[in-house]
């Protein structure tokens, strides 16, 4: 096993002597913040067409309801209204909208841009309004008339299991189980049968939302006589945007183009088509004019998607010296009232043994609808929820045991030694030291001293814990074959154009939006390096269909690990190409000619050299070229990575927490981290602080709760939903290893989601072991003083519950998607 | 300039400064001032977030003080001095609080970039130099989902320790255009 604490070893093959200009592994400022710090990025609400109108949308109420009658005379005579959409209209005008992420094993629900018989959440579309302002509109949404007639609803993700709740689709499905699915591997009952200990529980999960600070919107504007649909939208996958619109609407998908310029962040919320960008572009197509729809908060708490929930009865068997003889995670995730653009997190159940080395284990999810907003995507996906499960019976194996948590979770880590090393449900680990970053951890908080302390209290009565929480990050997809057999609808690859241009410069096309992950920066860094330019001389286009090569879009941490690839392989023809021009040029053997900055030159005599714009400028108008050139210095270079890389780390947190109250603080976090190969060290440092303070929202403070008697989302609004500002995270420490991945190019891993991983476990540990006295253990998400406080009192809720018993046997479709 | 069509809006007159210059303009009666600045003057550097005062996207200066403009109307701007991020850069040259932005990586998406800008911007109006806990205080009104904050309060505290003077003596943008502009 190779570490590398410096970037800019050879992982990527390249001899030293290549390595004119290196720009990969440094803080590049990025390209991104100037016209950002201005006031002159371009989001959705900022494209503004002459003629625009604005559409406003009437939503369902209830959690569940039949639409019994629809009529919206009175609105569309409202002065200044244009036009409007109803459930009948899109029946006929519109297929069904579809799903990127298809869970295995699940029938297509009928689900329409407007709701049609009945809507199963709160916040459901039912009529659309468009108007020549946004004030008109909503003025028009007061005067429709929709009598409803509400139907028995069901908002508990374990209620909407029981044979007696109330079914949502029961068209499709006679029970609110959408799609289940198991695997694993090995023997793990019988494992369970000889255990000395046997530890489980039930944890639960909190809802909770991306929130990204840009809310969704869309512009849309049809030109009739050209065929031409043009769609402004903040969306992380325009392609993938262009693709879903062009089905539902049923146009070719050449008529349609999606751009998404800059996007005010994503998290995996802006993933696939939504009910709102089809009417959008519905109601643009019937009026000839563009229309706006820029979604506001309260509708964003209502109609963009949630994540996370879920319940996870897991189970730990061990021997008595700690050794980890099987796990299971048997699971319900609630998808709300639809599948949503994305589908269900899977991830839950591909890493549920987490880094620890376990041969006999498996894992059942139950994807289960309810009368909820759709549950999509939100970084991390699958992965904080069974941390905080895993992470937690490690602590409690620990204490059975009278084991040091360290040393346990020590004991059973892969080790570099067993890589690569499959899980037993079959994703291979590729690579790492993951020992080494826990006991860094551990270093960093001195947790021997704290052992050695013992828990006495502070003279303010506060107790003093110290908690830990190790993980793995699945990043990037395995291969498109893969996917193909799990039923997704976008591929593993990358693509990009390169094209040179007259000035000198190299013009990068990307159908990658740019949401904050720093793709411009970083993929302008790959191009200067490989190609041996300056970084000055490239510029990144991204996000508009029309301009780049049919590519997937950004997200699963995966823009860097994929585009890497291919952008290395197009600048690389496009430097070959450079070259053979230069060299004919100069009369010098091609090896001998290199790219330098602005120049081309010989690499033995520097003053025979060309200005790269001249040698583009040949290319370009074809004249001077060698003759057996074609001219034109473009290239279009796809990847598709072998399989996924999988990240990794331990965090570790110091709490102090009031026995009395359960008030507590975090006194210290440290995270250790490895992403592999580091491209720009500021980028991969501000993912991993922004993912932390996601993470800390989620096991802390944010939790979205709907009123089991009304069915209503009771905290649907900015003032209500805390997301953390700066007065309200803990310091954070970093430190990181950097091994690089063999999997990819250059060796890198995401590093996008890793921080929303370990706080909620590490926290939860940390106070766990500081009331150990008391006899606590927290269980669900988030932790709140409140919760603590019952914990002490005993007053834990849990009990009653249905019991998730494991089918695994009978379930058909055996196998978990990537 | 776009309007509002719909004739039944009642409109009120208001006169105001933005960004040096002096707008006069037609505004509907409900009307928010970051709509009138989006819409009407085109300075879409004001992002809005949530409409109730609680993310901070929509946070520009109004006499001196971080405002947050979709909780006032715009026809209250009458006789006031409004500035907005797009007033920040020297020409092509970003200003000292944008560099500092930039140098220590305190955005990701930027959306929320032009809300901690006027925020600080804001506190050096006032005379004021907070030290780092207290900048995580006063720019709580302002959220972002991307960076996690510390690299914010980093910036700030740079600004803050490489201008001591300027920061704290720059004074609001005067008005150097004085020929009333429709809006
Ligand atoms: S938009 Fe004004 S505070 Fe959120
Ligand atoms: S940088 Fe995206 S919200 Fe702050």
Not at chain 1, 11 to 16: F, I, L, P, S, Y
Not at chain 1, 674 to 690: A, K, L, S
Not at chain 1, 806 to 817: H, R, Y
Request: one cysteine or more; aromatic letters at 6%; glycine letters at 8%.
């Amino acid at each position: 096993m190779t570490t590398l604490e410096d970037p800019a070893t050879e992982a990527d093959g390249r001899t030293a002597g290549d390595r004119r200009n290196r720009v990969i592994g440094t803080s590049q400022l990025r390209k991104e913040d100037d016209r950002l710090l201005r006031g002159d990025g371009r989001f959705t609400d900022d494209v503004d067409p002459a003629r625009v109108l604005y559409m406003a949308v009437a939503r369902c109420p209830y959690p569940h309801a039949r639409i019994v009658r629809v009529d919206a005379s009175a609105a569309a005579a409202l002065d200044g209204v244009e036009h409007v959409l109803t459930p009948a209209d899109i029946r006929r005008d519109t297929e069904p909208l579809t799903v990127l992420r298809p869970v295995p094993g699940a029938p297509q629900l009928p689900y329409y841009a407007l709701a049609q018989d009945v809507a199963t959440h709160e916040g459901q579309p039912v009529v659309s309004v468009v108007a020549s302002s946004r004030h008109v509109a909503e003025d028009a949404l007061e005067l429709l008339d929709i009598t409803y007639e509400p139907l028995p609803h069901v908002v508990d993700v374990l209620a909407a299991l029981e044979p007696d709740a109330p079914v949502l689709h029961p068209s499709v499905l006679d029970s609110n189980l959408l799609a289940a699915n198991s695997d694993g591997s090995g023997d793990p009952d019988a494992r369970f049968a000889e255990a000395d200990v046997v530890v489980e529980g039930r944890f639960r999960i909190n809802r909770v939302t991306a929130l990204p600070m840009e809310t969704r919107g869309v512009v849309a504007e049809w030109r009739p006589g050209a065929r031409e649909l043009t769609v402004h939208c903040s969306s992380q996958v325009p392609h993938l945007i262009r693709k879903q619109l062009a089905e539902t609407l049923r146009l070719h998908e050449s008529d349609v183009r999606a751009v998404a310029s800059d996007v005010g962040g994503g998290f995996g919320l802006k993933l696939g088509v939504f009910p709102e960008d089809v009417l959008a572009c519905l109601h643009a197509i019937a009026l000839r004019r563009p229309v706006k729809w820029s979604e506001d908060r309260a509708e964003h708490f209502r109609s963009s998607t949630h994540a996370r929930e879920s319940v996870h009865d897991y189970r730990i068997a061990a021997d008595s010296t700690g050794r980890i003889l099987a796990m299971t995670n048997v699971y319900a995730t609630d998808i709300g009232g639809w599948n949503s653009p994305f589908g269900s997190a899977q991830l839950s159940s591909v890493v549920f043994n987490g880094p620890y080395k376990i041969s006999d284990g498996y894992t059942e999810r139950r994807v289960t609808l309810t009368n909820k907003t759709p549950v999509g995507a939100y970084r991390g996906y699958g992965q904080p929820e069974v941390n905080f499960a895993y992470e937690r019976l490690m602590d409690q194996l620990a204490r059975r045991l009278d084991l040091d948590p360290v040393e346990l979770r020590a004991r059973n880590m892969v080790t570099p030694r067993d890589m690569p090393w499959k899980n037993p449900v079959g994703a291979v680990y590729d690579s790492g030291d993951y020992e080494r970053c826990l006991r860094m951890a551990a270093d960093a908080v001195d947790w021997a001293g704290h052992r050695a302390a013992g828990r006495t209290p502070r003279a303010d009565g506060r107790l003093v814990g110290i908690g830990f929480a190790s993980f793995v990050e699945r990043t990037g997809y395995a291969s498109s074959r893969f996917l193909a057999k799990r039923g997704s609808v976008f591929g593993a690859h990358e693509s990009v154009t390169l094209r040179a241009n007259r000035s000198g410069g190299i013009d990068v096309y990307t159908g990658v939006s740019t949401m904050g992950q720093s793709s411009e920066t970083a993929f302008a860094q790959v191009v200067a390096d490989v190609f041996g330019t300056d970084y000055d001389a490239v510029r990144v286009h991204a996000g508009d269909t029309g301009a780049s090569p049919l590519n997937t879009g950004a997200f699963a941490s995966r823009t860097m690990i994929a585009a890497a690839g291919a952008l290395r392989s197009a600048a690389e023809q496009l430097a070959a190409k450079t070259r053979r021009i230069a060299a004919w040029q100069l009369e010098a053997p091609v090896d001998e000619v290199e790219v330098a900055g602005s120049v081309v030159r010989v690499r033995t005599d520097h003053s025979r050299a060309l200005p790269l714009a001249a040698v583009y400028t040949t290319a370009i108008t074809g004249q001077g070229m060698p003759p057996e050139e074609e001219p034109g210095l473009e290239a279009t270079a796809h990847f598709e990575p072998s399989d996924a890389a999988y990240s990794f780390g331990t965090a570790a947190a110091q709490v102090a927490v009031d026995p009395l109250t359960g008030e507590f603080d975090i006194e210290r976090f440290v995270l250790v981290h490895d992403g592999g190969t580091v491209v720009n060290p500021t980028i991969v440092e501000g993912q991993v602080r922004g993912g932390l303070a996601q993470g800390f929202g989620a096991a802390l403070t944010e939790e979205l709760r709907y009123d089991p008697e009304t069915g209503q989302l009771v905290n649907g609004s900015m003032v209500d939903y805390f997301v953390p500002t700066a007065a309200d995270l803990p310091r954070v420490e970093l430190l990181h290893t950097a091994v690089p991945s063999p999997v990819t190019p250059f060796g890198v891993r995401g590093v996008g989601e890793a921080g929303t991983i370990p706080p909620g476990a590490a926290v939860a540990n940390a106070v766990c072991d500081a009331l150990a006295d008391h006899g606590v253990e927290l269980s669900a998400l988030p932790i709140t003083p409140e919760a603590i406080w019952s914990a002490l009192a005993g007053r834990s809720s849990g009990g009653g519950d249905p019991e998730l018993t494991p089918t695994a046997k009978d379930l058909p479709d055996g196998g978990v998607e990537y | 300039m776009t309007s509002v069509e719909n004739p039944s809006e009642v409109l009120v007159e208001t006169v105001t400064t933005v960004n040096g210059r002096v707008v006069t303009a037609s505004v509907p009666a409900r009307l928010h001032v970051a709509d009138f600045l989006r819409q009407h003057l085109g300075l879409t550097g004001t992002h809005l977030g949530c409409e109730q005062g609680a993310c901070g996207m929509c946070t520009v200066i109004v006499d001196g003080e971080a405002v947050k403009s979709c909780l006032m109307l715009a026809c209250q701007l009458d006789g006031r001095n409004v500035q907005t991020v797009e007033s920040l850069a020297e020409g092509d040259e970003l200003n000292a609080l944008q560099q500092a932005f930039k140098e220590e990586h305190a955005l990701q998406c930027g959306f929320c970039s032009p809300g901690f800008l006027m925020t600080a911007t804001a506190l050096a109006h006032q005379g004021r130099r907070p030290g780092r806990d207290e900048i995580r205080e006063e720019i709580a009104g302002v959220l972002c989902r991307c960076t996690g904050y510390d690299n914010v309060v980093t910036a700030i505290e740079r600004w803050f320790a490489e201008n001591p003077q300027g920061a704290s003596e720059d004074p609001l943008p005067a008005v150097t255009d004085p020929t009333a502009t429709q809006g």
